[in-house]
C-alpha cells in the first residue's frame, strides 16, 4: 500500500529554517517523480520543488535559491530544506509521488513563518 507521510513542519521566524521529511511506502523513486507542494488558505495548491526518476529537479520561481529537495533511495524519503523563509511560505506543504496519470499525497504538514 502506498504510503506518503510528512513531517517537520512548524512554527519558524522569518529568516529561518526547516527541513520537511517525506517517507515514502511502496514507491520507487527510479519510477516515480516526487515533489513538495503547498496550499495557503484560500490559495490554490502550488509547486514547490520536484526531484524526478533521473535525478533532475526543478523549482518554482519563489522558491529558487532558497529551497532545496533532495531524496535518499536508501531511507526512501525525499526531503525539502527550507531556508531564509518568509511569513508568505505560510502554508500546509503536501507531498507527492506521481507517474503518469497515477499520483499520490500525502496527509501534510502546516508551516507557519511569523514572528
Known amino acids: 500500500q502506498v504510503q506518503l507521510v510528512e513531517s517537520g513542519g512548524g512554527l519558524v521566524q522569518p529568516g529561518g529554517s526547516l527541513r520537511l521529511s517525506c517517507a515514502a511506502s511502496?514507491?520507487?523513486?527510479?519510477?516515480?517523480?516526487m515533489s513538495w507542494n503547498r496550499q495557503a488558505p484560500g490559495k490554490q495548491r502550488d509547486l514547490v520543488a520536484v526531484v524526478f526518476s533521473d535525478g533532475s529537479t526543478h523549482y518554482a520561481d519563489f522558491v529558487k535559491g532558497r529551497f532545496t529537495i533532495s531524496r535518499d533511495k536508501f531511507e526512501n524519503t525525499v526531503y525539502l530544506q527550507m531556508t531564509s523563509l518568509k511569513p508568505e511560505d505560510t502554508a500546509v506543504y503536501y507531498c507527492?509521488?506521481?507517474?503518469?496519470?497515477?499520483?499520490?499525497w500525502g496527509q501534510g504538514t502546516q508551516v507557519t513563518v511569523s514572528t
Open positions: 511502496e514507491i520507487s523513486f527510479s519510477i516515480y517523480a
Open positions: 507527492n509521488a506521481g507517474r503518469n496519470s497515477e499520483g499520490y
